[in-house]
């Protein structure tokens, strides 16, 4: 009998879920009995069809029929002539892309008009034995599209994913994805079935696994991607047929996912009056910088300091927060200005013309986005190694005696407060409303998936300060049958 999903009523009739009950105990007895010959065998004959079809191609290719696959192979729609070259010139992106653009040549490009598979198949099949052709049938057939995980057990091998688009789920046996991946990760790829056994081999497209909270962007990004004209639109094929049709798609998306987390966007900062955080450095002239002081000391919410060898000028908002500096030195006619947007640049600007004469001799403009990558390369004192050794201990300074008495009412603190508090994520409504309709209970089943994929990453020595606890949130909310 075949063991029960992790969180499904375990066997030995105790009412408890699987993996709180005999799990581990049927782990240690029976070791990864899934990962049986068949699995191993599956394997074996990949290998030997890859290398066939790589021949194939090779023999039946010119170098610029291969070039014009690799311009279309990094013409993705998804990314522009900017962020395609960043990731040319990265050498550790350009690397990997290449290697995998290399690789997907058995996937995704067109062979005499077929993909290499059917080539195969249809021009050259005494090429191959018959099992092997078997298996490139069923690799022609095998359903492409995209997973999310809903059931892992890396102890025995099995993976239970779910299609993004039609919602059938699917029993995998695979090593890496069972052991390397988390509870609700989206994957990309083709499921193959394997022979003499109740359950799939899962070859993946592309190199990335996709986290739940990017699912709506992907799903998106595909929409966006049926539209290329460039692409075989299939119109009265769902968008998993799109995808069987046109398999580049999933090299395209892997190309945007790996610049997202090569080059992570740098969030956007604001001032205090919802401005873009711009730092600007500006000089102008002035024919007498003391009759422009003057005029200075005379308006309202300025705040004027002595300096060695000049004065500074703060302007202050009707808020009291700063609009900049002005620094005027003795015996000079130029000033020097310091402020934080554009909008207050004009500003500054506008008030000073109108105090006297000036003249603008330029300016240099630095984005938020660019001074904190300069912070978080320097740390804050400047040396990133130093500050890496001296990060705060993983408790806060607390000793672990101490930590172990507190972290049980923090925690129940945290999940009182959240499951009443209003949430953004839920519409602006608390988690108990929302857990009252089925359209909010959807929400906030998508919300859980997110914190427990992310809890499963946490490293495992940092697992047990999870405060999250996602099941005590379903249980909590009336969730757990759902």
């Known amino acids: 009998m075949e063991n029960p999903g992790r969180n499904e009523p375990c066997h030995c009739g105790s009412g408890k879920k699987y993996k709180k009950c005999c799990l581990q105990n049927d782990v240690e007895t029976h070791g990864r009995k899934a990962l049986d010959f068949s699995y191993e065998s599956h394997l074996a004959m990949r290998r030997a069809v890859t290398e066939k079809l790589d021949r194939i191609i090779t023999q ?28 040319r010139q990265d050498e550790v992106s350009f690397k990997a892309l290449s290697n995998q653009m290399l690789a997907s040549l058995s996937d995704a490009f067109v062979l005499k008009g077929q993909s290499p598979a059917r080539f195969a198949l249809t021009q050259m099949p005494d090429r191959f034995s018959l099992v092997e052709r078997e298996f490139l049938q069923a690799y022609e057939d095998a359903r492409l599209t995209y997973f999310q995980a809903r059931e892992f057990s890396p102890e025995t091998g099995r993976l239970v994913v779910e299609d993004l688009f039609d919602g059938k789920r699917f029993t995998l046996f695979d090593k890496s994805a069972s052991t390397t991946g988390r509870l609700y990760d989206i994957i990309c790829g083709r499921l193959v079935p394997i022979p003499g ?43 998993h047929g799109f995808l069987k049709a046109n398999p580049i798609v999933f090299y395209w998306v892997d190309l945007w996912i790996w610049h997202a987390s090569r080059f992570p966007p740098m969030p956007q900062l604001a001032t205090s009056d919802g401005e873009e955080l711009v730092s600007i450095q500006a000089r102008f002239s002035t024919p007498d910088s003391g009759l422009l002081a003057s005029a200075l000391e005379r308006q309202r919410n300025f705040q004027i300091e002595e300096e060695k060898g000049g004065r500074l000028f703060t302007w202050l908002n009707p808020k009291g927060m700063v609009m900049g500096t002005l620094r005027i030195k003795k015996g000079s006619n130029e000033l020097r200005l310091d402020t934080n947007s554009r909008e207050r640049f004009k500003k500054w600007e506008k008030k000073l013309k109108s105090l006297g004469e000036i003249t603008f001799l330029g300016k240099k403009e630095e984005s938020s986005a660019s001074m904190l990558s300069k912070a978080m390369k320097k740390g804050p004192s400047g040396n990133a190694e130093k500050d890496s050794s001296q990060r705060m201990p993983a408790h806060g300074g607390l000793k672990d005696a101490d930590f172990s008495a507190i972290f049980p009412q923090v925690k129940e603190m945290m999940l009182s407060r959240w499951i009443s508090e209003p949430v953004p994520a839920l519409g602006g409504i608390t988690p108990i409303q929302a857990s009252k309709s089925p359209s909010g209970r959807k929400r906030l089943h998508e919300l859980l998936e997110e914190f427990e994929n992310s809890n499963a990453r946490l490293p495992t020595d940092r697992q047990a300060m999870v405060v999250m606890d996602v099941d005590e949130l379903r249980k909590r909310l009336g969730m757990e049958e759902d």
């Open 60 to 87: 039946n290719t010119t170098k610029e029929e291969i070039q014009v696959y690799a311009d279309f192979y990094w013409g993705t729609p998804l990314l522009d002539d900017g962020e395609l070259e960043r990731l």
């Open 197 to 239: 056994k109740d359950g799939f081999a899962f070859e993946s497209l592309g190199g990335s696994v996709i986290p739940p909270r990017e699912k709506d962007r992907l799903l998106e990004a595909l929409k966006f991607l049926r539209g290329d004209e460039r692409l075989d639109p299939v119109p009265e094929l769902p968008l």
